[in-house]
């Protein structure tokens, strides 16, 4: 179990610093404005992500599941699944991706640096 949170940990990491670059990238069009930070409020079951401008303006650009799980509105759901957020505390229907997949969760990303909407 240890060496499973070891590697979240670091999928996790590589992920936070995925959403990092995109935000970088997408504020680079926009010179008078200041990219936003992202960051990551781990809560029992997901993690929250968020880009963070100051201490009051917050938003959250996704969820990580913590644990495998299954849930009646969320559907079944395994350890690093990417979900976009329905609201500020609840993940929305369908796995985006996965921050274990070769690409680390990059395929469940906008340009805008925002989780894709199902297509």
């Known amino acids: 179990m ?30 008078n404005l200041t990219p936003r930070t992202i960051v990551c409020e781990p809560g029992s079951k997901f993690v929250r992500v968020v880009s963070k401008q100051g201490e009051n303006h ?26 976009k957020p329905a609201t500020w505390k609840i993940p929305a229907k369908h796995v985006r991706g996965s921050i274990f997949s070769d690409s680390n969760g990059r395929e469940a990303m906008e340009r805008s640096g925002n989780v894709r909407y199902l297509r």
């Not at 079944?76 to 699944?81: E, T, V």
Request: charged share 20%; hydrophobic share 40%.
């Open 58 to 83: 917050r938003s959250v650009i996704a969820f990580v599941a913590k644990v495998d799980g299954q849930t009646k509105a969320l559907g079944a759901y395994k350890m690093g699944s990417v979900f």
């Open 2 to 31: 240890e060496n499973t949170l070891v590697n979240f940990d670091t999928a996790l990491y590589e992920f936070v610093g995925i959403c990092q670059d995109i935000h970088n990238e997408w504020y680079k069009q926009y010179p």
